[in-house]
Nanobody, 123 residues
């Protein structure tokens, strides 16, 4: 199965932008639908966005729809999360996830996770 490594987290002011990347290795990337989840301290891991196997279809949490964009490049085995108009409530550790079904919006159903990337949005 694939292994996932995120990059691109950091600190940004409210209203700013960040792009997260998640590189996959060790498997056939296009066999997996990909997703992003996030977890703030004391909270459960919540669904953010998902993208299907080819990248033709996407699905978003209502909390980020219109501000975040998920995309993938199967030639580079990488999925991205472009985050615009960031708000302090977007502060969390962001995890990418791989699954054989699309879309998977419940964290308990995911078995393949990246290590997480911290995103901090200051007010």
């Amino acid at each position: 199965q694939v292994q996932l490594v995120e990059s691109g987290g950091g600190v940004v002011q409210a209203g700013g932008s960040l792009r997260l990347s998640c590189a996959a290795s060790g498997g056939t990337f296009s066999d997996y639908a990909m997703g992003w989840f996030r977890q703030a301290p004391g909270n459960e891991r919540d669904f953010v966005a998902a993208i299907d196997f080819s990248g033709d279809d996407t699905y978003y949490s209502h909390r980020v729809k219109g501000r975040f964009t998920v995309s993938r490049d199967n030639a580079k085995n990488t999925v991205y999360l472009q985050m615009d108009s960031l708000k302090p409530e977007d502060t969390a550790v962001y995890y990418c996830a791989a699954h054989g079904s699309y879309p998977v919006t419940i964290a308990m159903m995911i078995t393949i996770w990246g290590q997480g990337a911290q995103v901090t949005v200051s007010s």
